[in-house]
């Protein structure tokens, strides 16, 4: 699928310039503090990167598709993002002796350090910050029906609100863990978490049975509501596959050798991370989309009240998961800033500094989250905005940029069809969700 990068680079690896004291730095940093990560690592990491939040509000999204677009959107999507990620994988090490352990190095590579580093940073910052905050309301959410489903009515009701602090608590406590192999009990933990809770939400789909009257017409009942429903959905099934902005950090802690280099474990666990997406996603969306139709909440769990204990616990599976989803998405951030704070602005590195500044980013992620906990627009809108690019066709783009495939070639062709694909979605996806965000304002009252 293309040819060697354009460059040419000798067999040898590079000298290692660095100072002593930007060595120190790089052991310090999170990305690069551990490559002793496995192949099984991988692939839990990547299923709690990939299956969450974006899993549980598949069948709604199915309600705004439609059985047709919502199967054929579903599909292109798994392929064409499995596409994109093997890409990524392929071009950690493209350069002999070189790995790039940052979605911004790889960016740099392919179009300048500065250019690359302002198109590939901001666009991962709105990812990772986006689904930090929807994590965060997620928790909260999830720990409320868990609160309300074992109380039963006889207990005081308690405000969303004051969830998400609780969930945000725990975050303060792991979120001083140094790096991806430090969060990989973890991290397994909410890998085995989503498959529990994704096989409860299903099964107890198929358990309830169709329900009465259950109308698979599309939700809105206007032309204009169809449209904007028929974008979000858009957005939301692009926010279920977003993975990629943490691939290459998640890479960057598997060692590497001339006969065994990087890729080849990665691209196992990867392997076994999709396998396991397909088997969640598919009969999530559509089992929950047959079982409710276009009364299906923009969280399955919701819609699903009975039996209680199942739902109880399924909820508290989400909790756990997106626990260990939140700091897989936020170590490429916290990684960002310390690198920030100790290279540009000469801070030392050291337990407080990281104390400090993370943090501050919890506790922004809290109250951002707490403030508006708008689940299905999010989903949506960030969906389109930044999920897109940089997991449908940035990847493309750095890959046409780098080993300039023969046009017309399979690889040249494939590569603008995601390209087409993603930037459609990128420009149509938001635009529903923002529409159902201020429908939401609308009637949201502030700390409630």
Not at 15 to 30: A, F, M, N, Q
Not at 70 to 97: C, D, F, K, N
Not at 111 to 117: A, P, S
Request: aromatic share 14%; hydrophobic share 50%.
């Amino acid at each position: 699928m293309g040819t060697r990068p354009a460059e040419n680079h000798t067999s040898l690896p590079p000298k290692d310039w660095r100072t002593v004291e930007e060595r120190k730095i790089d052991d310090w940093l999170p990305v690069t503090a551990s490559r002793n990560g496995k192949w099984w690592y991988s692939a839990f990491h990547n299923v709690t990167a990939m299956v969450g939040a974006g899993l549980l509000t598949l069948p709604y999204a199915m309600s705004e598709l439609g059985w047709g677009p919502g199967v054929a959107v579903m599909t292109l999507s798994w392929i064409m993002t499995l596409y994109t990620l093997w890409q990524m994988v392929e071009m950690h090490e493209m350069v002999p002796g070189k790995r790039f352990d940052r979605y911004h190095e790889l960016g740099q590579y392919a179009f300048g350090e500065t250019l690359g580093l302002w198109i590939v940073v901001p666009q991962q910052l709105v990812v990772e910050i986006s689904l930090d905050i929807v994590y965060m309301i997620t928790g909260g959410k999830s720990l409320k029906k868990f609160h309300d489903l074992v109380c039963d009515g006889r207990c005081k009701d308690i405000k969303l609100s004051y969830f998400i602090m609780i969930f945000a608590s725990a975050q303060f406590v792991i979120s001083q863990l140094p790096n991806f192999d430090s969060i990989a009990t973890i991290s397994l933990a909410a890998a085995l978490m989503s498959i529990c809770y994704s096989t409860i939400a299903w099964g107890a789909s198929v358990d309830k049975g169709k329900a009465d009257g259950v109308d698979y017409s599309l939700r809105a009942s206007t032309t204009s509501g169809m449209v904007f429903d028929f974008l979000g959905g858009l957005g939301q099934m692009a926010f279920s596959f977003s993975g990629h902005n943490v691939v290459l950090e998640i890479q960057a802690s598997i060692p590497s050798t001339a006969d065994t280099p990087s890729k080849k474990p990665m691209w196992k666990g990867v392997i076994v991370a999709y396998t396991i997406v397909l088997l969640c996603y598919f009969p999530v969306a559509f089992v929950g989309y047959w079982a409710f139709g276009n009364s299906v909440d923009d969280n399955i769990l919701i819609t699903l009240n009975t039996p209680k204990w199942l739902i109880a616990a399924a909820n508290m599976m989400v909790v756990v998961h997106v626990i260990g989803s939140y700091q897989v998405y936020a170590m490429p951030v916290f990684d960002m800033m310390e690198m920030v704070l100790v290279r540009k602005m000469r801070f030392s590195p050291g337990w407080k500094l990281r104390l400090v500044s993370r943090s501050l980013f919890v506790a922004f992620t809290m109250f951002v989250g707490i403030t508006f906990p708008f689940f299905g627009g999010l989903i949506g809108f960030f969906g389109g905005l930044a999920f897109a690019p940089t997991t449908y066709f940035l990847p493309c783009i750095i890959w046409l940029t780098v080993y300039k495939p023969r046009v017309f070639s399979l690889s040249w062709c494939t590569n603008w069809f995601c390209i087409v694909g993603g930037v459609l979605l990128m420009v149509l996806g938001p635009i529903g969700g923002l529409r159902q965000i201020i429908m939401e304002a609308k009637i949201y009252q502030f700390y409630s």
